[in-house]
């Protein structure tokens, strides 16, 4: 009698299991938003020129914000941005003030797990960035720029719907600096940019 009872017991164990696990494969239809705190780091030392001269932007931490969409088990978009970084900069060594730096980019995501029990769910993108600089020296301008922007990222499953989530992604950011209308230089960003942080799914 302990035997038969037993058996549905353990059948009815594994199902649920099974049913866990399979609640957090990624699906077509499924929908995110991602939160969390972030790094940026222009590439390279010399960043640029102003007037002339070598311009060193500096390294920033801020927000971070991330929607996306499956359209099937393995392929998304995704629309990211984060809070504006406020990056220093300097000239010779000395302070010349600081620039505004809010980045917003659309991506194309490819999920290799999607539809797969796993928990890992890693990720890897392609798309277009766009940055938009304010708050400049006084007299200088900063132009607003495009470029293309790549990045890998992974969720972990804490629930089916809680993840944490790490990413690094990098952007080809070179923009134009104006005075007067006459560009007067070049600011090459090219930031890579590392975080972390929690997906919600629905």
């Not at 009815?12 to 099974?18: D, E, K, N, S, V």
């Not at 311009?55 to 809070?83: A, K, M, P, Q």
């Amino acid at each position: 009698m302990r035997t038969t009872r037993l058996i549905p017991a353990i059948a009815l164990a594994a199902g649920c299991t099974f049913a866990s696990q399979a609640a957090l494969a990624y699906g077509a239809g499924d929908i995110f938003v991602r939160g969390g705190i972030a790094k940026t780091e222009p590439e390279g030392s010399d960043n640029g020129n102003l007037g002339g001269s070598e311009l060193t932007i500096e390294s920033e931490r801020g927000f971070t914000y991330g929607f996306g969409y499956l359209f099937t088990d393995r392929l998304g978009v995704e629309l990211n941005g984060s809070e504006k970084f406020e990056h220093g900069l300097t000239q010779g060594g000395a302070s010349v003030g600081s620039v505004d730096r809010m980045p917003v980019n659309l991506m194309a995501n490819y999920y290799p797990l999607g539809g797969l029990d796993s928990p890992v769910q890693p990720y890897a993108g392609v798309g277009v960035n766009y940055t938009r600089f304010s708050g400049e020296p006084s007299g200088v301008d900063v132009e607003s720029t495009y470029g293309a922007v790549g990045q890998l990222g992974v969720d972990l499953a804490v629930t089916r719907n809680l993840m944490l989530n790490g990413f690094a992604n990098y952007a080809d950011v070179s923009a134009d600096i104006e005075s007067g209308g006459t560009q007067i230089g070049e600011a090459e960003v090219d930031p890579v940019t590392v975080g972390g942080g929690v997906t919600y799914r629905f």
